[in-house]
């Protein structure tokens, strides 16, 4: 068993890009809801949907990448320490 350590740091830093890619997005979208002037029963459910499913997707997703991120770079560093 083993591993290219190298591709697992490209790997880490991809996950711990995106995740703060998926947070940036999160609060633009989270900033640009609730600066629109929409009225309506449409506009009640939307914001609805994006409180109770959305944004915690989103959430979830980013909480998700960052956490793999981390493993992949624990994961690189116990390997890079058994072999050194």
Do not use: K
């Not at 949907?49 to 979830?60: G, H, K, M, Q, V």
């Amino acid at each position: 068993m083993g591993a290219d350590l190298e591709q697992l740091a490209a790997l880490r830093e991809v996950l711990l890009r995106q995740s703060n890619v998926i947070e940036e997005l999160t609060a633009t979208l989270r900033s640009q809801l609730s600066g629109t002037s929409w009225h309506g029963p449409a506009a009640e459910r939307f914001r609805g949907a994006w409180t109770s499913d959305f944004e915690p997707t989103l959430r979830r997703l980013q909480g998700a990448l960052q956490d793999a991120g981390v493993e992949v770079g624990r994961r690189r560093d116990a390997l890079l320490q058994a072999g050194g």
